[in-house]
């Protein structure tokens, strides 16, 4: 799987949009972006996955640039309880249920 | 639904003492997974299940050994409990098996705080 980059720490206030970026330039063709996050002492939190296209759900949109090296988690109008470590994964199709390659993330952190 | 269920919540072992960390899941979900979490760090896989009756090595297997007892439950078992051991184990499920698992999230319990003294 491919490696991913994040920022170790970000801040936001509350109410605004948060935009955690992950760089993932070693990507290839067959592999899907994973957005996870993990609140202290809960176990990690599926957000949002995908391939190429931009998605979005309930929880928080995801922009993949058109050359796939990159991508934005948006968290549209972020609250206190969105302060969580963010993790970026990239996994790849077709390659076995092993599950996924968790880094040290983005450690969000949402001001009042 | 409860999803994925981790039991203890919170065990204390001496060194040399064995316990059997218990996972269970309620949505029907061929693949299993158990992790564990040291402070500061990531992540890492120690077993995984991608059907019933299967288990393979994940990137930190040594110590420990697995069951995948039935479609719902995946146990992690401690032989001999050593201090290297002490972690946060948590325990994942996803829908999808081995040809599809890519596109299928996976679902976390809230893990076993395991202190071996």
């Known amino acids: 799987d491919a490696k991913t980059t994040q920022p170790t720490s970000m801040d936001c206030a509350e109410g605004r949009a948060a935009n955690l970026p992950c760089n993932h330039s070693?990507?290839?063709?067959?592999?899907?972006v994973y957005w996870y996050r993990q609140i202290h002492s809960q176990g990690p939190q599926y957000i949002i996955h995908?391939?190429?296209n931009n998605e979005t759900n309930e929880m928080a949109s995801l922009i993949i640039t058109e050359d796939r090296k990159s991508s934005t988690l948006i968290l549209p109008h972020a609250t206190l309880r969105d302060t969580a470590v963010y993790y970026c994964?990239?996994?790849?199709?077709?390659?076995?249920?092993?599950?996924?390659?968790f880094g040290k993330g983005t450690h969000l952190i949402i001001q009042p | 639904n409860a999803g994925v269920t981790q039991t203890p919540k919170f065990q204390v072992l001496k060194t040399g003492q064995s316990m059997t960390l218990q996972c269970a899941q309620d949505?029907?979900?061929?693949?299993m997974y158990w992790y564990r979490q040291d402070p500061g760090m990531g992540l890492r896989l120690i077993y995984y299940?991608?059907?019933?009756?299967?288990?393979d090595k994940g990137e930190v297997p040594n110590g420990y050994n697995v069951s995948r007892l039935n479609k719902r439950e995946f146990s992690l078992r401690l032989e001999s409990a050593a201090p290297s051991q002490t972690s946060v184990y948590f325990c994942?499920?996803?829908?999808?098996?081995?040809?599809?698992?890519?596109?299928?999230?996976?679902?976390f319990g809230n893990g076993t705080r395991l202190t071996v003294t």
């Open positions: 994942a499920s996803s829908e999808l098996g081995a040809r599809a698992s890519y596109n299928s999230p996976l679902h």
């Open positions: 070693t990507i290839s063709g067959n592999e899907y």
């Open positions: 995908g391939l190429k």
């Open positions: 994964i990239v996994r790849v199709k077709g390659g076995g249920a092993d599950g996924l390659t």
């Open positions: 949505m029907n979900h061929n693949s």
């Open positions: 299940s991608a059907s019933e009756g299967t288990t």
